[in-house]
């Protein structure tokens, strides 16, 4: 009974987290892929537990369990040098002179801006404030639940704070961050701005890592816009899912 012991509560454990992982993402879906994290934390120590039963048996279930530990111990290496790269990308940079400004379009509420798309045009208002004469793309295309395109809802916001709407190009087109590089880039082309400048990318920060490597990192000056305080949760999840993200970029 002592010897089934640890690989029950692994097995326990490994349920515990599936239906937890599934109740977080039935409940608030912006934190989803925290769910879905744990319903494959779930699934490993159920694994887990399997190995533990096998590995007495064979010894070919000791080898999987070994190489197991070693998949995790690799995985978690690389997590958390990814996570660093983000975070090490989570600024703003106000000192480097820059041709333009590209903001990055994030959901609209019917015609509303969302909480992270709020929090990215206050950060390009605070930027732009110092720099009245260089062009501003506002990019994204009009997706599920939005009444206008993001490019339009951010220009509309800019416009009613006060930014001259003469230097705002709206880039209506663009429906992942891929296409918010390379259409913002053909179209400050258009506009004169020659493609090596220094360019300001205004996006959530756990995203700029990703944003300024698909723009070109040695061209690409990060201005950081954050969740206040309060939504930490939804902080902490997206700081975990960018990690995977810019792994996906890099592989893909």
Known sequence: MKRLRTPAVFLALG??????GLAVRAAYSPVRFTGFLLVCAGLASALWAGLALWSRRSAWGRWAKRAFLLLLAAGTVLFAALEVWVV?????????????????????????PSLSLTTRLEAALDYLAGRPDIPVVVTGARGPGEDITEARCMADWLI????????ILLEEQARDTAENMAFSREMLAQAG???????ALVT???HL????????RE????????????FWPL????YIREAFALAAELVF
């Open 235 to 238: 902080t902490v999840n997206y």
């Open 88 to 112: 090490s990308w989570a600024k703003t940079d106000s000192q480097t002179p820059v041709s333009a400004v590209v903001v990055l379009g994030a959901g609209v509420n019917g015609a509303t």
């Open 160 to 167: 009613a704070h006060g930014v001259d709407p003469g230097r």
């Open 209 to 216: 890592c990703r944003a300024a490597g698909l723009w070109g």
């Open 15 to 20: 349920a515990v987290l599936v239906l937890l």
């Open 219 to 230: 061209s690409a000056v990060p201005v950081a816009a954050r969740m206040p305080g309060r």
């Open 204 to 206: 959530s920060d756990y």
């Open 193 to 199: 701005v020659d493609p090596d400048a220094k360019v």
